[in-house]
């Protein structure tokens, strides 16, 4: 039986990458553990300018990404149901959600729940509720919150918008001083800042790859490999497990080797995944649909080039102010656009998430645009990230079905 | 490899009604039967491919059958299953192949799909999670009512001045509807109203893909005159209607074993 199953080639080809992911996962978890006991541990959104707090000896973990795992281990509805028993709405989001749950029943959510922080930095880069979560982890935690705020940039950031950024970094330098008693030094921040750049460059140069026939990488692989880069950018094991995975990446390239075994559609993905439920992804490789490209991985470009703590902090103002999420719906149709272009994608499927408006907002009437600029058809389907009472499989399944069969 | 059995047949197991539709080699329909899904895919496609095979006076091995519908997986015996969207753009392209919007209204879905020139769909909308401006509101405002779900839309007819109903949500519109009734509105007003909001929620899905005429119209709920009335009104435009607007998903699929 097991034999029979060996030889039975799966529709995916798993990255070998992917091993070390469950150690790096290990060595922050264990690092966070470090820093909380040695009062040194901040909680930060995952657009937060990480470099800061990593150049000044102050650790940090990612209650989104905690979140995610919760996803992952399918006890999202249950970890939520925690904060809704505190009187939270469901209409809130899950990572909130899932955050605010886990930490008020930690013994209960044994992965997933993060050690107790000292600081809570939070910046509005990518939502506005970042602001009363935090706010509420505060309260519970007794832990204070940094707020850095990024105006939405519609356009060119105005010169105003730009001089409060860089002086909400000044304000962020300070508060990490007088909390945790360290200052920002220009060799070590140099430092960060290249390693930062290493990692986002090879993970850059990981994602362009799959601009090649077949894809070497699918959704799923990305939403999975992207947590280092999210989470421990500016250190060395970042950048360690980037040029492992690239070099996989190329080698796949080189070989002439797919993520998914017989691809013959290729789509775009909008939106956070359903992280209780990858194996969506799988199944629709079984049937030969790969994803070469998603708006959600593609969120970190360009290098950090400053030569000190001044050059540096004013190239962060540009850099997190223009993240995806912080700008209008013209700049996200035009990235979806050019992604289906320069990945020659046949269609795409805009996950609306019920939990994330920041990111679903407009996608009816970017569907629409997006369709009339490349030609290529897509289709909406509604669910949730982490809860997953908010989808349902059999209306997704219609829609997406209904999709593939227009490339017959 | 052996050529496939002759007799196409197409099966659409919609959530409240289970169509089927057995061709002719011409394309045209020898025999077709409705009946309600109930708890059972498999049985309700079962009796209706027996029904079909008895009345065309075939064995279920010379068909060659296309599942459709919400229930199309659970169709074991089926050669392969396609969405209704695919087998109502088909059907409904083959009886009218000016058709450029159908707007379909089943029991627990609404659809609005656009057809190409080629009869497959080139983009589509349905109804989320939500039974507002699908069968099963009409379902329960009848019952409010105290009327037939035939004798709805009629009643619907005789108003001459609607009343205001929220389309919104089926719930809380019958809560209205209850509301309605206690303020001493007339029956064929408020049924007037009901049809009101449920074509004003189809219109919404319909605008999604874009309104344009020649506009078709499918589904059990299009065999509503109130509902085809309100929704030409509301889309402006006039509304084309098959003979048969239950069984277009079950003739599209019907016509895909063809192929």
């Given at each position: 039986?097991?034999e029979?199953?060996?030889?039975t080639?799966?529709?995916?080809?798993?990255l070998?990458?992917?091993?070390?992911?469950?150690?790096?996962?290990?060595?922050?978890?264990?690092?966070?553990?470090?820093?909380?006991?040695?009062?040194?541990?901040?909680?930060v959104?995952?657009?937060?300018?990480?470099?800061?707090?990593?150049a000044?000896?102050?650790?940090?973990?990612?209650?989104?990404?905690?979140?995610?795992?919760?996803?992952?281990?399918?006890?999202?509805?249950?970890?939520?149901?925690?904060?809704?028993?505190?009187?939270?709405?469901?209409?809130?989001?899950?990572?909130?959600?899932?955050?605010?749950?886990?930490t008020?029943?930690?013994?209960?959510?044994?992965?997933?729940?993060?050690?107790?922080?000292?600081?809570l930095?939070?910046c509005?880069?990518?939502?506005?509720?970042?602001?009363?979560?935090y706010?509420a982890?505060?309260?519970?935690?007794?832990a204070?919150?940094?707020?850095?705020?990024?105006?939405?940039?519609?356009?060119?950031?105005?010169?105003?918008?730009?001089?409060?950024?860089?002086?909400?970094?000044?304000?962020?330098?300070?508060?990490?001083?007088?909390?945790?008693?360290?200052?920002?030094?220009?060799?070590k921040?140099?430092?960060?800042?290249?390693?930062?750049?290493?990692?986002?460059?090879?993970?850059?140069?990981?994602?362009?790859?799959?601009?090649?026939?077949?894809?070497?990488?699918?959704?799923?692989?990305?939403?999975?490999?992207?947590?280092?880069?999210?989470?421990?950018?500016?250190?060395e094991?970042?950048?360690?497990?980037?040029?492992?995975?690239?070099?996989?990446?190329?080698?796949?390239?080189?070989?002439?080797?797919?993520?998914?075994?017989?691809?013959?559609?290729?789509?775009l993905?909008?939106?956070?995944?359903?992280?209780?439920?990858?194996?969506?992804?799988?199944?629709?490789a079984?049937?030969?649909?790969?994803?070469?490209?998603?708006?959600?991985?593609?969120?970190?470009?360009?290098?950090i080039?400053?030569?000190?703590?001044?050059?540096i902090?004013?190239?962060?103002?540009?850099?997190?102010?223009?993240?995806y999420?912080?700008?209008?719906?013209?700049?996200?149709?035009?990235?979806?656009?050019?992604?289906?272009?320069d990945?020659?994608?046949?269609?795409?499927?805009?996950f609306?998430v019920?939990?994330?408006?920041?990111?679903?907002?407009g996608?009816?009437?970017?569907?629409?645009?997006?369709?009339?600029?490349?030609?290529?058809?897509?289709?909406?389907?509604?669910?949730d990230?982490?809860?997953?009472?908010?989808?349902?499989?059999?209306?997704?399944?219609?829609?997406?079905?209904?999709?593939?069969?227009?490339?017959? | 490899?052996?050529?496939?059995?002759?007799?196409?047949?197409?099966?659409d197991?919609?959530?409240?009604?289970?169509?089927?539709?057995?061709?002719?080699?011409d394309k045209?329909?020898?025999?077709?039967?409705?009946?309600?899904?109930?708890?059972?895919?498999s049985?309700?496609?079962?009796?209706?491919?027996?029904?079909?095979?008895?009345?065309?006076?075939?064995?279920?091995?010379q068909?060659?059958?296309?599942?459709t519908?919400?229930?199309?997986?659970?169709?074991d015996?089926a050669?392969?299953?396609?969405?209704?969207?695919?087998?109502?753009?088909?059907?409904?392209?083959?009886l009218?192949?000016?058709?450029?919007?159908l707007?379909?209204?089943?029991?627990?879905?609404?659809?609005?799909?656009?057809?190409?020139?080629?009869?497959?769909?080139?983009?589509?909308?349905?109804?989320?999670?939500?039974?507002?401006g699908?069968?099963?509101?009409?379902?329960?405002?009848?019952?409010?009512?105290?009327?037939?779900?035939?004798?709805l839309g009629?009643?619907a007819?005789?108003?001459?001045?609607?009343?205001?109903?929220?389309?919104?949500?089926?719930?809380?519109?019958?809560?209205?509807?209850?509301?309605?009734?206690g303020?001493?509105?007339?029956?064929?007003?408020?049924?007037?109203?009901?049809?009101?909001?449920?074509?004003?929620?189809?219109?919404?899905?319909?605008?999604?893909?874009?309104?344009?005429?020649?506009?078709?119209?499918t589904?059990?709920?299009?065999?509503?005159?109130?509902?085809?009335?309100?929704?030409?009104?509301?889309?402006?435009?006039?509304?084309?209607?098959?003979k048969?607007?239950?069984?277009?998903?079950?003739?599209?699929?019907?016509?895909?074993?063809?192929?």
């Open positions: 039986m097991t029979e199953r060996e030889k080639e799966k529709p995916y080809r798993k070998e990458t992917q091993a070390f992911l469950q150690q790096i996962a290990f060595r922050q978890g264990f690092e966070a553990l470090e820093a909380s006991e040695n009062g040194r541990l901040t909680w959104t995952s657009g937060f300018p990480v470099e800061i707090p990593i000044m000896d102050v650790g940090v973990v990612y209650p989104e990404q905690a979140g995610a795992i919760i996803g992952a281990q399918k006890i999202g509805p249950e970890v939520c149901g925690y904060a809704e028993d505190l009187g939270y709405s469901q209409e809130l989001c899950s990572y909130a959600r899932a955050s605010i749950g886990s008020q029943r930690p013994d209960d959510v044994p992965m997933g729940s993060l050690p107790p922080p000292q600081a930095l939070a509005n880069n990518i939502c506005g509720t970042v602001l009363r979560w706010d982890i505060s309260e519970m935690t007794g204070p919150v940094f707020l850095l705020d990024t105006p939405p940039v519609e356009g060119e950031q105005l010169p105003h918008h730009r001089a409060y950024v860089r002086n909400g970094l000044n304000e962020l330098v300070g508060f990490l001083s007088s909390t945790f008693n360290t200052t920002l030094e220009d060799d921040f140099r430092n960060v800042a290249d390693l930062s750049s290493n990692a986002i460059n090879l993970w850059t140069n990981s994602l362009e790859a799959c601009k090649n026939k077949p894809s070497p990488l699918n959704c799923a692989d990305r939403f999975l490999t992207m947590a280092p880069v999210v989470s421990s950018r500016g250190t094991h970042c950048v360690e497990f980037y040029e492992m995975l690239f070099a996989e990446v190329e080698d796949r390239v080189k070989q002439n080797i797919g993520a998914v075994g017989d691809e013959k559609i290729r789509l993905w909008d939106n956070i995944p359903p992280w209780f439920i990858l194996r969506f992804f799988n199944q629709l079984a049937r030969g649909v790969s994803f070469p490209a998603d708006t959600y991985t593609h969120a970190w470009s360009g290098a080039e400053g030569v000190d703590v001044s050059s902090l004013d190239e962060m103002v540009g850099m997190y102010s223009n993240v999420l912080n700008k209008g719906l013209n700049a996200k149709i035009d990235k979806m656009c050019q992604l289906i272009k990945y020659d994608l046949d269609g795409f499927i805009m609306s019920r939990s994330c408006k920041r990111y679903s907002l996608q009816m009437a970017s569907k629409e645009i997006v369709t009339e600029r490349t030609g290529v058809p897509g289709v909406i389907i509604e669910g990230m982490v809860d997953s009472r908010l989808f349902n499989e059999a209306q997704i399944q219609t829609r997406v079905d209904a999709l593939l069969e227009m490339f017959v | 490899m052996a050529e496939l059995p002759a007799i196409p047949v197409g099966l197991i919609g959530s409240t009604t289970a169509k089927g539709v057995l061709l002719n080699p045209t329909v020898l025999t077709k039967y409705l009946q309600n899904t109930g708890a059972s895919v049985a309700s496609a079962n009796s209706i491919m027996e029904r079909l095979c008895d009345a065309a006076g075939v064995s279920r091995e068909c060659t059958v296309i599942a519908g919400y229930g199309r997986a659970s169709v015996f050669m392969r299953n396609v969405t209704e969207i695919t087998c109502h753009s088909i059907g409904v392209h083959h009218n192949p000016n058709i450029r919007l707007i379909d209204v089943g029991g627990q879905d609404s659809k609005a799909i656009r057809i190409g020139k080629n009869g497959r769909p080139e983009d589509f909308q349905l109804n989320d999670k939500c039974s507002a699908t069968g099963r509101f009409l379902e329960v405002m009848a019952r409010v009512l105290d009327v037939s779900l035939d004798e009629p009643l007819l005789k108003s001459k001045n609607p009343s205001q109903i929220s389309s919104t949500c089926t719930v809380f519109a019958e809560s209205e509807v209850i509301g309605r009734i303020s001493g509105d007339a029956p064929e007003d408020i049924a007037a109203g009901v049809h009101l909001a449920m074509a004003s929620k189809v219109r919404s899905l319909a605008k999604q893909v874009k309104i344009e005429p020649p506009v078709g119209v589904g059990g709920v299009s065999l509503n005159p109130a509902f085809r009335h309100y929704l030409s009104k509301q889309i402006e435009c006039t509304l084309w209607m098959p048969d607007p239950q069984f277009t998903g079950a003739l599209g699929a019907a016509l895909l074993a063809f192929e």
